[in-house]
């Protein structure tokens, strides 16, 4: 028993962060027909509400996912390890690239953006 929701809870949360680099990806496409001044009022809510809740949510799957490996068996354990590895390049991903990009748009004013 302890097998299977270790299994659901991992597949669950992974499943869940999945849909929401979807979701983001998605919104972001459709934010930039945003006037400048309404696209860095919405970064600035969603940055917000992200600093808040990755941090623990990243933690989550990982540790989801470690525990899924080591109760699995062989492909399973192969297919878990394969996402665990796909989470942490996203963590990578996230810290070495659209964490500099939040926090040089948290610098800006609705009012005064760069050209750039």
Not at 33 to 44: F, V
Request: charged residues 15%; glycine residues 4%.
């Amino acid at each position: 028993m302890t097998q299977e929701i270790i299994c659901f809870v991992a597949v669950t949360v992974v499943g869940l962060m999945a849909g929401i680099m979807l979701g983001v990806a998605l919104t972001q496409q459709t934010a930039q027909r945003l006037s400048a001044e309404c696209w860095t009022a919405r970064q600035s809510c969603s940055d917000r509400l992200f600093r808040k809740i990755m941090p623990s949510t990243f933690i989550l799957i990982l540790l989801a996912s470690l525990s899924a490996i080591v109760v699995l068996y062989h492909a399973a354990k192969l297919w878990m390890g394969m996402s665990l590895v796909a989470s942490l390049l996203v963590i990578v991903i996230t810290m070495a690239v659209e964490v500099p990009l939040n926090n040089k748009f948290a610098r800006w004013e609705p009012e005064k953006i760069p050209d750039d």
